[in-house]
């Protein structure tokens, strides 16, 4: 299963965005499900999971970002609100099957947050 990230752009503190993940296939077998993001310079860091319908968030989006899937349309999607210029990052959308099975990724899309 192939994964496709849109929804990114640029747009001013305190607006919002929503991200979509668009699978070549089926993601109701994905057990796990994320969104991930890379700031320049930093490190990959695991913004918001979906595992199996529980979700968690990165204590630095709690309360302003929301993930969901839709698995009739094979699509998860991420609801960023109150975007921050530190939110700004390339977006990557991931899926797996199990906790010790790897990630299949997406490419990026790129959140640009300007004060």
């Known amino acids: 299963v192939q994964l496709q990230a849109s929804g990114g752009g640029l747009v001013q503190a305190g607006g919002s965005l929503t991200l979509s993940c668009a699978a070549s296939?089926?993601?109701?077998?994905?057990?796990?499900m994320g969104w991930f993001r890379q700031a320049p310079g930093k490190q990959r860091e695991l913004v918001a999971q979906?595992?199996?319908?529980?979700?968690n968030y990165a204590d630095s989006v709690k309360g302003r970002f929301t993930i969901s899937r839709d698995n009739d349309k094979n699509t998860m999607y991420l609801q960023m609100n109150s975007l921050k210029p530190e939110d700004t990052a390339v977006y990557y959308c991931?899926?797996?099957?199990?906790?010790?099975?790897?990630?299949?990724w997406g490419q990026g899309t790129l959140v640009t947050v300007s004060s």
């Open positions: 991931a899926a797996r099957q199990g906790g010790d099975s790897a990630w299949s």
């Open positions: 296939g089926s993601i109701f077998s994905f057990n796990f």
């Open positions: 979906d595992t199996s319908g529980y979700t």
